[in-house]
Structures are given as structure tokens and as C-alpha cells.
């Protein structure tokens, strides 16, 4: 699963970046620039979301506080 979240992120990545190089070249007009390039950011909060969610499981169960409590 982390390695299809770290594709997702930079897939998104790519993607924003190559939105904001064609309209900057012309190549798109605004409405078709916001349109991928929030496809792009949303592909990156998706994967910083599960990247932030798994480490916190990581780091929950290391914790001794955690683990009483669990």
C-alpha cells in the first residue's frame, strides 16, 4: 500500500506540475488549468493523508503510553 501511495504522490506531482507548465505556455485555458491542477494537489493530499495515517499507527504502537492504554 505505501508504494501505491507514493506513486499517487508523485503522480500528482507531476501532474500539477505539468497543468501549471501548460498554462503557462498557453496550452490550456484557466478553466482546464484549475481543473487538473487540483486534480494534481488532491492526489497529493491523498497520499500525504495515508502517508501521516501510517505513521501515526507506527508510531502509536511503539509508544508504552499506547500500549498501557491499549
Wanted: hydrophobic residues 55%.
Amino acid at each position: 500500500m505505501k508504494r501505491t501511495a507514493l506513486i499517487t504522490l508523485v503522480m500528482g506531482a507531476l501532474v500539477a506540475l505539468l497543468s501549471y507548465a501548460a498554462g503557462e505556455a498557453g496550452l490550456l485555458s484557466v478553466k482546464a488549468y484549475f481543473q487538473i491542477g487540483i486534480t494534481g494537489v488532491g492526489l497529493m493530499i491523498l497520499s500525504a493523508g495515508y502517508f501521516l495515517t501510517s505513521f501515526m499507527v507506527e508510531w502509536a504502537r511503539e509508544t508504552d503510553l499506547f500500549r498501557r492504554i491499549l
